[in-house]
């Protein structure tokens, strides 16, 4: 069966502190993997997608990877304005963007 | 833009109640999707639509469940009767399909159902 798994489910880190989110997936015929952002009361907010393994996107202090069993959300010097849940998401078909239970980051000062 | 617009944000009803959870897609948009978000099962696809045409329902929960998009501009989400496990946010997104392959929705900022 098709799926994403994330982890952790939480991460708490001090402010400065780098690390990196984790989805792994067994998808076949990955046309896309996607990275949103989800602030409290808030719908999710599209990152970036990856299409390959070995590619790279960079916006500010983070930074998606992708191999050919999971991609990876590096945090550099994380502010505790990237407090946030981080979503992995890829398409099943069609235009159908299934979503990953996500990893909430709590970033304290 | 004024992004995609959910109405209403929060909605309490009783069990048994008819509720009606509307959505505005930005203008120009061709997709258009309905997701459920609870603690327990994460964002959930309901259905999605293009041009208006419902493609993929597999993800409606029950016969209770129905969506309709009547014109480009509005599309609802009812839910007839209503029970308290439907209490989730409901969340519609939009995009366009040229864009869709790039995996970037627009969401709105979604409308909080509880049923007592």
């Known amino acids: 069966e098709d799926q994403v798994t994330q982890s952790p489910e939480a991460l708490r880190l001090q402010e400065g502190e780098s690390s990196s989110l984790n989805c792994s997936y067994t998808?076949?015929?990955?046309?896309?993997l996607f990275w949103y952002r989800q602030d409290p009361g808030k719908g999710p907010e599209f990152l970036f997608t990856l299409y390959s393994a070995g590619e790279e996107k960079e916006k500010e202090r983070l930074k998606a990877t992708l191999t050919k069993k999971e991609s990876f959300l590096h945090i550099t010097a994380p502010k505790p304005e990237d407090s946030a849940t981080y979503l992995c998401?890829?398409?099943?078909?069609?235009?159908?963007?299934?979503f990953g239970a996500g990893t909430r980051l709590f970033v304290k000062a | 833009d004024a992004g995609v617009i959910q109405s209403p944000r929060h909605e309490v009803t009783e069990m048994g109640q008819e509720v009606t959870l509307r959505c505005k897609p930005i203008s120009g948009h061709d997709y258009l999707f309905w997701y459920r978000q609870t603690m327990m099962r994460g964002l959930e696809l309901l259905i999605y639509f293009n041009n208006n045409v419902p493609i993929d329902d597999s993800g409606m929960p029950e016969d209770r469940f129905s969506a309709k998009m009547p014109n480009a501009s509005f599309s609802t989400l009812k839910i007839q009767p209503s029970e308290p496990r439907d209490s989730a946010v409901y969340f519609c997104a939009s995009s366009l399909a040229r864009i869709s392959n790039t995996g970037e929705l627009f969401f709105g900022e979604g409308s909080r159902l509880t049923v007592l």
């Open positions: 998808v076949s015929g990955l046309r896309g």
């Open positions: 998401a890829w398409v099943a078909g069609g235009f159908k963007t299934i």
